[in-house]
């Protein structure tokens, strides 16, 4: 008895690559003269209809447009030779809801906006002449999916088929026991009459055969199997392909040629795990978005290679294609450069940000349809092995209904769906667990929900945890503090994947997320959590997951066997055995290149270089696939020294009192210390200017006051000098001990001695997977140097043995403050790698004036041997010394005189204004607030531009802003926007922001004029305006720069089940020894 089916099947035409004679059947529209209105109006896409506003447009492209439909128009031309066929529009991507009509005529209709559909316009478009196109759009972020808007993102084509044409291609492989031998099943079908089916295969090398001729009646639903013996198989480290071709034949003639690419490859589940071609599999994966800073979701062939490309520069194997279908392309591409996929359909956060529409049956067929089109378009390839049936939604009948299609339609492949805690035990469930951001510590093979409160039975069932490890980004303050957090998340992936790799039934996982979200218009709201910034540039996570996810792993130091040296190796390979892999190394003044050694994929074993060990030599390797994918880099120091600090003082400096202050002075250098503070005020070596202050005790996570002296004295010893100094921050008490050498060695002691604040809770920032860890993020001391020392150098530890040259945790390099002057526009693409960056509006808002440095010279350099801060690379600096425990980082500072307080006689208030305290989370430890329409607060300064800093708060309103009394921004939001109810206290308000500035300002006297709107921000509680400071810009503006050396960091807003350090706990008692030099440090 035949089976029922459970939903219709669509059609997709397979886009032919000849017909008839006509050697180029399908055409671009995408260079159209394109159109667009954003309100039509009614009747707009009669040729008559007038008030029809157009302007000119480009496609792809993401549109914002207005909650009603919208229209696009063009003119399609129809080729004279075309007159004898069947004329096809194929639209790869609309979003949402599209009408389409030629001449006025209506001649479809289609719903979702990331699947490809057709629509047959021949009765409608005479060859040989001009027609109008328009389409009627309308965007539905509401319905079933949060990413139905933006109109035509993907390519719209012209074709023409035969009048008997093919209707259908598909191929299925099965293989035998052995995966030795394998059948080839063909789906096709015939649309437009009878007619004669040629079908053939042509190998990766190698000549097409016949596989057979069929005759086909119109609509016939055709399947026939082939032995195929011994194919090539097909997977992502040998992704060889197969060329199927289908010819329609009418009348001996041809006039149809259509292919796929298809793959030999086959799934199976057994229990927990997952095989392919009898491999047991580990997914190393990604989350991918269709993502561009000016085409949003909209983006180009040429992007889309690039991503694949880059994904597999980063050893990633398999991509989500969260939360929605990819682009055509995109799986072709897949399918030849080797990646797994998760093919996801576009259905997103049911019961979250839309309404619960799982169970709600007039919404089956917008689920049934776009999922069926899903399924029709993207079966037959290979790189397609699950399907995912919604992202983070609750299940339902209509989800249930899906599940049950893919397993009829398409029993080769899986399926998946989150939240799987959702489905209930008597349902027909997906085949994979989803698991979204378990903690890295978590066991990675239980069945539980994403906050892992609820949990499954344990039973057979595969874990994919589809989202991961995600990549640094609601951790805002911890991004602003310090770009090195970047670097830091490399400890997650390593750990995570670890545990991954050796865990029964876990399939893998996909980090979150492969390109940073960020397009124009999304402003400070934008989403940077991609290993790859917008604009495609490599970020210091990308080298942590190709690291991470190197099916090459090297164990332990490197040892003699011999006249060999010898290293541990594990093949984390799912398909490859090391002797395929090329490994080319140098070692001293040999090299060479040989094969690996004889491992299957889970096996360890030595890997011998031939070359004799000498102690001190550095040996290189690098291992390339057998399709010449270089997978890893490898760098072995043999019997490395292990850098340490200098054994003792070398000799005692000179020391003077100085009208109640020290001089101390020694071989070339010179300190001065304060009479009232104790502290540094100067340090000279050979003249030249090196410190300008310190020691600061150095602790984020609490708000000090301002450093007190409460006694200062010092005392000379045979072998240094020393320095003892006590004091205060507010209730936090400091003993500082310094002892200095006459060659400039400084240690200095530094000790909480009275701590009456608890270290900082642990705690839920909302509702969801934001936790802070608790403790600290740094502890340390800091100095000042000169504003005009530009760079900094570093030799230091490190999560790898090899980093390129452009990352921000290299081994050893140097940093310069300030990367090129010239600086691309929103929508140029920038001119520089991402480490050298120093303004980023998505962190610091859409006026962010930079000031931090590079990304590369602000970023903490961990674990350090040596860093310092110099005049270049060469000239005289302050230096850091450490066994490899210590950390440092540069902050820079504005100049105190270019600094105006809310309270100076150049800020001008009128209106009610309030004084509120803040304590030190502001400058002055108080900002100034009003709720009232018209008040305002002017800043009169002189200089070329001029920044207003305030908190964003819960309280926070809209403003407007002038200079020089003009208009610049007509409605600044000053609100913090919650995501979920439940915030918690300190997350309410971000204090010290950047909030408006102007820049490029003619030299002089000018004003900077702020409005209380009287209206609440966006999310916001209140209306209220603050004021704390201004910072003005000029010639001199930049301050001294911090060189802060930390103890202890961490970052523990990182969450998202990410790793953090046990939380860094400050009570009386704590203290911690610091090493400096004056002058540079050669390696020792």
Not at 293 to 298: E, F, K, Q, S
Not at 446 to 463: G, T
Not at 803 to 812: A, T
Not at 1025 to 1030: A, N, Q, S
Request: glycine content about 10%; proline content about 6%; some cysteine.
């Amino acid at each position: 008895m035949k089976e029922e089916r459970i939903w219709p099947r669509p059609q997709i035409i397979p886009l032919p690559r000849q017909t008839m004679e006509i050697e180029r059947p399908v055409r671009s529209l995408n260079e159209a003269a394109w159109k667009i209105c954003r309100n039509p109006g009614a009747d707009f896409w009669r040729e008559e209809a007038e008030d029809v506003l157009w302007e000119d447009t480009v496609i792809p492209m993401q549109q914002s447009a207005s909650s009603e439909e919208y229209a696009y128009a063009c003119d399609l031309e129809i080729p004279e030779e075309w007159a004898a066929g069947r004329i096809f529009l194929r639209f790869d991507g609309v979003n949402c809801l599209t009408r389409v009509f030629v001449d006025g005529n209506a001649v479809g209709e289609h719903y979702g906006g990331f699947v490809s559909w057709d629509c047959e316009i021949t009765q409608f478009a005479a060859t040989g002449g001009r027609h109008r196109l328009v389409l009627g759009v309308r965007d539905d972020p509401g319905g079933i999916c949060p990413f139905h808007f933006g109109g035509i993102i993907r390519d719209v084509s012209l074709a023409v088929l035969p009048m008997t044409y093919l209707g259908r291609l598909h191929g299925d492989v099965s293989f035998d026991e052995a995966y030795m031998d394998a059948e080839l099943t063909v789906h096709a079908a015939l649309r437009g009459g009878n007619g004669h089916l040629s079908l053939s295969l042509c190998p990766p090398q190698g000549e097409e055969f016949l596989l057979g001729e069929e005759e086909l009646k119109e609509g016939q639903e055709f399947s026939a199997s082939y032995p195929i013996n011994a194919p090539v198989k097909w997977d992502s480290e040998h992704p060889n392909l197969y060329t199927l071709t289908a010819r329609v034949m009418k009348d001996g003639a041809c006039m149809e040629i259509a292919s796929r690419r298809i793959g030999f490859r086959q799934i199976r589940r057994e229990g927990s795990q997952v095989y392919l071609n009898g491999d047991l599999l580990k997914l190393r994966g990604i989350n991918r978005h269709d993502i561009h800073p000016v085409t949003g979701r909209a983006i180009t062939h040429e992007l889309v290679e690039k991503d694949v490309r880059l994904f597999k520069e980063a050893n990633i194997n398999f991509i989500r294609t969260s939360h929605y279908p990819p682009r055509p392309d995109f799986l072709d591409l897949c399918d030849e450069y080797g990646i797994y996929v998760e093919d996801e359909t576009a259905v997103a956060f049911l019961g979250q940000e839309i309404d619960c529409r799982e169970n709600d049956p007039e919404f089956t067929g917008k689920f049934m349809n776009q999922f069926a089109e899903l399924l029709e378009r993207d079966r037959s390839h290979p790189s397609v092995i699950l399907w995912s049936l919604a992202n983070e939604s609750f299940w339902g009948r209509n989800l249930a209904m899906e599940n049950a299609y893919a397993h009829q339609e398409d029993p080769g492949r899986l399926t998946i769906f989150s939240y799987p805690i959702t489905q209930q035990e008597e349902d027909d469930r997906a085949d994979i667990w989803s698991m979204h951001y378990a903690a890295w510590e978590q066991d990675p093979a239980a069945l539980v929900d994403s906050f892992d409160r609820s949990c499954h039975e344990p039973v057979p069932w595969p874990v994919l945890h589809d989202e991961s490890t995600h990549i640094p980004c609601y951790d805002r303050t911890d991004q602003r503090r310090d770009p090195g957090v970047r670097d830091f998340w490399g400890e997650t992936i390593s750990r995570f994947w670890d545990k991954l790799w050796y865990a029964p039934g876990v399939l893998g996982c996909a980090i979150w997320a492969g390109v940073d979200e960020v397009w124009q218009g999304k402003g400070r709201w934008g989403a940077p959590w991609g290993i790859l910034d917008g604009w495609r540039r490599k970020k210091p996570e990308f080298w942590h997951v190709r690291k991470a996810y190197s099916p090459i792993r090297l164990e332990g130091e490197a040892s003699t066997c011999g006249e060999a040296v010898c290293l541990t190796v594990e093949n984390r390979f799912n398909h490859t055995n090391l002797r395929e892999v090329e490994v080319t190394w140098r070692c001293g003044e040999s090299s060479g290149s040989m094969k690996g050694p004889d491992l299957a994929p889970r096996e360890k074993g030595s890997l011998l270089i031939p070359v004799p060990y000498q102690k001190g030599d550095v040996l290189t390797l690098e291992f390339t696939d057998p399709f010449g994918n270089k997978v890893e880099d490898a760098c072995r120091q043999l019997d490395a020294p292990v850098p340490g600090l200098p054994a003792c003082m070398a000799g005692a400096p000179s020391l003077r009192e100085e009208k109640g202050g020290l001089i101390v002075e020694g071989d070339q250098f010179r300190l001065h210390f304060s009479a009232e503070t104790g502290l540094i005020t100067a340090g000279y070596v050979q003249k030249e200017l090196v410190l300008t202050g310190g020691p600061y005790l150095h602790l984020t996570g609490l708000a000090l006051a301002p450093w007190k002296a409460d006694s200062f004295r010092w005392e000379g010893k045979p072998d240094c000098a020393e320095v003892f100094l006590y004091g205060s921050y507010g209730k936090v008490r400091v003993r500082f001990e310094i002892r200095i050498d006459r060659t400039g060695f400084m240690e200095t002691l530094y000790e909480v001695s009275d701590m009456p604040y608890a270290s900082p809770r642990r705690l839920a920032m909302r509702v969801g997977d934001d936790t802070d860890s608790g403790g600290y993020e740094e502890v340390g001391i800091r100095f000042l140097v000169p504003g005009e020392m530009d760079t900094l150098s570093w030799k230091k530890r490190g999560l790898w043995d090899t980093y390129p040259d452009w990352h921000i945790g290299r081994l050893q390099g140097s940093a310069a403050k300030h990367g090129p002057k010239d600086c691309a526009g929103p929508d140029a693409a920038p001119d520089r790698d991402w480490q050298l960056e120093e303004r980023d509006p998505v962190l610091f808002g859409p006026f962010d004036t930079g000031r931090r440095g590079t990304r590369d010279f602000a970023s903490l350099k961990s674990r350090i041997f040596r860093a310092s801060m110099g005049y270049g690379e060469k000239g005289q600096a302050f230096t850091v010394l450490s066994d490899g425990t210590d950390s440092v980082r540069a902050r820079l500072t504005h100049n105190p005189d270019f600094i105006i307080n809310n309270e100076d006689p150049r800020v001008v208030y009128h209106g009610s204004w309030q004084k509120q305290k803040t304590g030190y989370s502001s400058m002055d430890g108080t900002e100034l607030w009003s709720n009232r329409k018209g008040d305002t607060c002017t800043c009169h300064f002189s200089g070329t531009g001029c920044a207003w800093i305030a908190s964003y708060d819960i309280l926070g309103g809209m403003a407007e802003v002038r200079v020089d009394g003009r208009l610049m921004e007509d409605s600044l939001s000053l609100g913090v926007r919650l995501l979920t109810p439940g915030i918690a206290r300190g997350y309410e308000k971000d204090p010290g922001r950047l909030v408006y500035a102007a820049e490029g300002l003619p030299e002089g006297e000018h004003t900077l004029t702020i409005t209380v709107k009287g209206e609440r921000a966006p999310g916001s509680m209140g209306a209220y305006v603050f004021v704390d400071h201004f910072l003005v810009f000029g010639e001199g503006d930049y301050g001294d720069t911090q060189l802060i050396i930390d103890s202890e960091f961490n970052y523990p807003e990182l969450s998202w089940g990410c790793y953090t350090k046990p939380p860094i706990r400050v009570s009386a008692g704590y203290s911690r020894r610091i090493y400096t030099r004056l002058g540079r440090e050669v390696d020792y």
